[in-house]
């Protein structure tokens, strides 16, 4: 049944205490006399009651909506906060195995207490005068043609800028001609790949001809080689 | 991520009843794995628990703001009885025999009519066509800038809402009260809304 428009108006103007005392003593007498006027008064005034509720309502849930918006796209959500941090802990102390086993591999494990040399982040730095680390590759390497190559700057695990001129030193005492390799520590590709002639006995290399990263060198043979890294 | 409770009770209350994005967000999470394994306790409930928590948050907020909630417990606690008698009612009215299901359900169940009112005036008043939504909002000052207080106190005049839409009072008046026949037209034959008023 459809809702004559005159009758809100006058539930409305009864509300709002706009009826005249006569229009008044009519409305509440309609009231008492008529069930259905008397219902339709009680939901509008229930509707008009809850409409600003309703509309704060509307607001406060698309204000919940946005603030946890993508929720249930969020990946992990159902794991429990501590299982996260457990997972995250055992992670590291894999991570630190590993980089510990890499590291042993590579010979890097070698700082010795009171040798002079430092371990810094995964460099090993050594001081002015003091000797190469013990489990370095060889300090000279005799070849099957009966060569000598001695390297000698820059030491194992020295740093240097991305911005920094390297110069190698090395002595060379053959009759043929070999090469100076500089290689990817970490992925073990060839860098660079020069040719050296039996009276060379240094190369230098320009900045910024290495990325930031570790690497290691060697004339002719890897049997003696250095460790060196690139930094920013 | 791992939650620590950063916030003070009071922190919380004060940013709930703000619509603080941070504290909401820091709530939401801090309460997500419980109300999970609540939702997953009620075998055979097709709610989710995001579902569940967003609807908890939202009336956790309005209690606060309406002057509802009980400080005697925390806003978690608070949040997590809410959330736990929107399933008790979904999993099944009353199946619960657990005497604390039960209280939380009784507790509930008078403020749960007031949030089911709502939601059936937010329906019917968003199935009306824009001129009608408009003018009521303008009436009751519900337009998103307007604050509650001034939205229950005070009805706009029939003069500046006619002023506002380019047309006569008079033809203001009308057509208020045509939309508010076709709403209160609508709420009237909601089944569920007429069992509400009739127990009130």
Known sequence: ?232 | MVLTDKYSELDLIEGLSKGDDKVIQFVYWRNMHLIRNMVAGYKGLILEAEDVLQEGLVRTITNIRNGKFNSLSSVHSYLYSICKFICLKEYRKTRATDPYEMQVYREQQQDDKYYEKLKIVSEMKKKLETGCAEIIDLRFRLLEDQQLDERTNKLMDFETIADKLGIKPDNARQRFSRCMARLIGAVRDSKRMNEYLRNE
């Open chain 1, 1 to 232: 049944m459809n809702i004559d428009p005159k009758d809100i108006d006058l539930i409305e103007r009864y509300l709002d205490g706009s009826l005249d005392t006569g229009e008044r003593y009519f409305f509440e007498k309609r009231m008492t006399e008529d069930p259905e006027f008397e219902k339709l008064f009680k939901t509008g005034q229930a509707v008009r009651d809850i409409l600003a509720p309703a509309a704060e309502y509307e607001k406060t849930c698309k204000l919940v909506r946005d603030a946890t918006a993508g929720s249930k796209h969020r990946l992990f959500h159902f794991i429990k906060p501590s299982y996260l941090a457990w997972a995250a802990v055992a992670v590291i102390l894999i991570g630190t195995a590993i980089g510990y086993l890499v590291l042993k591999h590579q010979g890097k494990e070698q700082a010795l207490p009171g040798s002079g040399i430092s371990k810094q982040g995964d460099t090993i730095t050594i001081a002015p005068g003091d000797k190469q680390p013990a489990k370095a590759t060889k300090e000279t390497l005799i070849t099957k043609d009966g060569g000598i190559i001695t390297l000698e700057e820059p030491k194992d695990g020295i740093a240097f800028k991305e911005t920094a001129v390297i110069t190698f030193r090395w002595q060379y005492k053959a009759d043929s001609i070999t090469h100076l390799y500089i290689l990817s520590a970490t992925t073990d590709k060839m860098v660079i790949k020069t040719e050296i002639k039996p009276t060379a006995e240094e190369y230098t290399l320009e900045a910024e001809k290495l990325i930031p990263g570790r690497y290691y060198w060697f004339i002719g043979s890897k049997e003696i080689k250095r460790f060196f890294t690139i930094e920013k």
